[in-house]
């Protein structure tokens, strides 16, 4: 005897699955034919849902999704301007031991920027090669200190290259989800 009908019921109650899907997955388990070296399946339920923390990003996140104004961190003591502020402390005094924590530097509701590199993005299948292009780009924010990824939206009819100057664009505010495709570039 190998799984019993109780604990296919078992299974069933804790995964929310109707008993008889268990049972019928179960089948050889539950009549004790399977191998003791056959692949052993267990059903379960993927149905949970997940919360992804922003954590020190959340003001940078919230404030576009809610009003649409971006943010950078800057660091009071060497004046370091991280965009987006994806990191904690600042990079520059961490370097000398110091830990200093960014502050909020408000930069209002558009961000231009540099393209320092482009990458080219193609999802799909051999059938619709070509419909799925994107161009992850890396920004340089005016202002900031570093530089970082973001989807830079062609235009018909001009290249995106380095050095080009981009702006930014946000997502409709119903479709924003405080996450980082609430906004994209485009070319200036
Ligand atoms: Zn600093």
Redesign the pocket.
């Known amino acids: 005897m190998a799984l019993s009908k109780k604990a296919a019921g078992e299974i069933a109650r804790k995964n929310k699955i109707d008993p008889a899907l268990v049972e019928q997955a179960a089948a050889e388990e539950i009549a004790g034919r399977a191998r003791r070296d056959d692949v052993l399946r267990v059903p379960f339920r993927i149905g949970v849902t997940l919360n992804r923390s922003m954590a020190h990003a959340s003001l940078f996140f919230r404030e576009i999704r809610d009003n649409g104004i971006f943010f950078a961190g800057k660091?009071?003591?060497?004046?370091?301007v991280l965009f987006p502020p994806v990191r904690p402390v600042?990079?520059?005094?961490i370097k000398k031991g110091?830990l200093?924590e960014y502050e909020p530097l408000e930069i209002g509701r558009e961000v231009e920027g540099t393209v320092a590199a482009v990458s080219k993005l193609v999802r799909g299948t051999s059938k619709d090669l070509g419909k799925g292009v994107r161009y992850p780009c890396l920004i340089r924010a005016d202002g900031a200190d570093n530089a970082h990824w973001q989807f830079v939206v062609p235009v018909e009819g001009r290249e995106i290259e380095v050095g080009a100057r981009v702006k930014s664009v946000l997502a409709d505010q119903a479709d924003r989800t405080g996450e980082i495709g609430d906004f994209s570039f485009v070319l200036a």
């Open positions: 660091c009071p003591a060497c004046g370091h600042c990079r520059r005094c110091e200093v």
